[in-house]
């Protein structure tokens, strides 16, 4: 596992230290570590209920750990009263895995939504900003459609539209790939990087979509129950000596991770009467 | 032993739960009710919800209303005419709605189309992340969507409750007076003889200002409160509908005691 303790705090911009979250009896993630670099786009990765979605709430402060630090520019995001802590959102964007788009607002209305609840800006150059963030996406010409009449791919290119709105420092994107065809996935992977370097971001992606992200990522990490397995760059992760890894990224049905759920024995089973 | 073991923690299970349930209900509305500076600095926010919890359930009100009215007026009429007093059929069907009928009917009317409604949207919104996207784009869910939903629910109650009443008096007009033949003075100096502003009508106001309270309160709350899941939204609609129709007819019973209990 390479790790990236040499570089200087400042140059980290989320540092999970030590982070366990529990939910009742069961554990979620237990004791991780990990460093998301400035300007950079870094990937957690992992089987499906490992917890990569809890590791995005954590660093919005919308659920808080059961031990750790969470801490997001400086800020340990738990300690944070809700004033701060709204605050720090203004400099994040999140982008969900159905886009959650406003249902009652059109796709102008929902891309200037944050600019009316942040800012005292004329509505002038509001529309001027919207049209330009919707022109990022390749959506300009639908603006005046409802999200019901949008794709899911395009309900996923407005809510980047409005998660980049605000100029964010970070963007996190929760499962931005699932459901979706080829073309609108390499649509959304180019944006990611595009604006992810244009912008000067820095982009969390939460993913199990291997192939993709790695293609786009600096830095992956994955996890699996609720530990992070091992992080590196896609080609150190790639040439990882661990099966479990390698399973993981090949899609392999059997290995470490057991294709089938502890039972007794088949024959013993099957000869019961 | 095991299974009176299990027994008794599945009560003290079902006991937590419910204490943590009404601990997260009181919460929710001491932030709604702290929200409440949103309601004047976006109106349009209040205007575009009292349309659609107030305005929308005038239709199901006015007709409910006529129809309670006119089986009122006709149950009284047969009732009264045995003793000759079918003057008195106007205060009757007044009395009737002012104080239990229009404000409890409204209520549970209320429950069924706008408290239903008020739950699937909240829920479906938390179904598509649309309000933790808000809490993370900084902006309070309860300022931007419960209270303006609450206080519409709040203050659209009293007044569908009068629609409810005043229809259903007309209603009573129409089969009484109209229908049965019953003397128009007498339907109307009855009435205003003997329903009192301040014991009947005013009583009447306070019970649908307590039902809105509650009702709305049960519904949003629902809504915010419901499993992130089809199954979760349809389940917290029920106890909307439900646990409204039980908050109401209790209170109401308390009410009625408290207001008219010694008269």
């Given amino acids: ?273 | 032993m095991n299974g009176l073991l299990d027994m008794i923690r599945g009560i003290g299970v079902k006991v937590l739960n419910s204490v943590r349930r009404m601990g997260r209900g009181h919460l929710f509305i001491f932030h709604t009710i702290m929200s409440f500076g949103i309601i004047f600095k976006e109106f349009s926010l209040l205007m575009k919800q009292l349309f659609s919890v107030g305005v929308l359930s005038v239709q199901i009100i006015a007709v409910s209303g006529l129809t309670v009215g006119m089986v009122l007026s006709l149950q009284g009429y047969n009732t009264l005419v045995d003793f000759g007093a079918e003057q008195s059929l106007g205060q009757m069907v007044a009395l009737s709605l002012v104080r239990e009928m229009g404000p409890v009917l409204t209520a549970l009317l209320f429950a069924g189309r706008a408290g239903s409604a008020l739950t699937a949207e909240i829920g479906l919104m938390k179904v598509t992340e649309q309000l933790p996207a808000m809490e993370i784009m900084a902006v309070d869910p309860y300022r931007k969507v419960i209270a303006p939903r609450f206080f519409a629910g709040v203050i659209s109650m009293p007044l569908l409750a009068a629609i409810f009443s005043a229809i259903g008096v007309f209603g009573g007009y129409l089969v009484g007076v109209e229908l049965l033949g019953v003397d128009s003075g007498g339907f109307w100096s009855q009435m205003q003889s003997k329903v009192g502003l301040y014991e009947d009508i005013v009583n009447g106001v306070i019970k649908s200002i307590v039902f809105g309270i509650v009702v709305t309160w049960i519904a949003v709350f629902e809504g915010f409160d419901a499993v992130p899941t089809t199954e979760g939204v349809s389940r917290a609609t029920t106890r909307t509908v439900v646990n409204s129709a039980f908050a109401v007819l209790g209170l109401d019973f308390i009410l009625t005691a408290l207001m008219f209990g010694g008269a």
């Fill in chain 1, 1 to 273: 596992m390479t790790s990236l303790a040499n570089k200087q705090p400042s140059e980290l911009l989320v540092e999970m230290k030590n982070v366990s979250f529990s939910h009742g009896n069961r554990v979620i993630l237990d004791d991780i570590n990990i460093e998301i670099p400035r300007g950079k786009v870094t990937t957690i990765m992992g089987p499906s209920g490992t917890g990569k979605t809890t590791a995005l709430r954590l660093i919005t402060g919308q659920i808080l750990p059961s031990q750790g630090d969470v801490i997001v520019d400086g800020l340990n995001v738990p300690e944070l009263r809700r004033q701060p802590l709204f605050e720090l959102r203004k400099r994040m964007g999140m982008m969900f895995q159905t886009g959650a788009l406003f249902s009652d607002l059109s796709v102008y209305e929902n891309v200037a939504f944050p600019l009316r609840e942040h800012t005292d800006i004329p509505e002038s150059m509001i529309r001027d900003i919207v049209i330009m963030k919707l022109q990022a996406v390749g959506l300009r010409g639908a603006r005046d459609l409802m999200p019901s009449e949008l794709s899911g791919g395009m309900s996923r290119r407005v809510a980047l539209a409005r998660t980049i709105v605000l100029d964010p420092m970070m963007i996190l994107y929760d499962e931005p790939f699932t459901g979706q065809d080829p073309i609108t996935v390499g649509v959304i992977m180019q944006l990611i990087r595009k604006l992810n370097d244009s912008l000067g971001l820095t982009s969390v992606i939460v993913s199990h979509d291997v192939a993709e992200v790695s293609r786009i990522s600096d830095r992956l990490y994955i996890i699996s129950g609720g530990k992070v397995e091992a992080s590196g760059s896609p080609t150190e992760l790639e040439n990882s000596d661990s099966e479990w890894v390698q399973q993981f990224l090949h899609g392999r049905p059997d290995g470490p991770a057991k294709f089938h759920y502890p039972a007794c024995d088949y024959a013993e089973d099957l000869l019961e009467i």
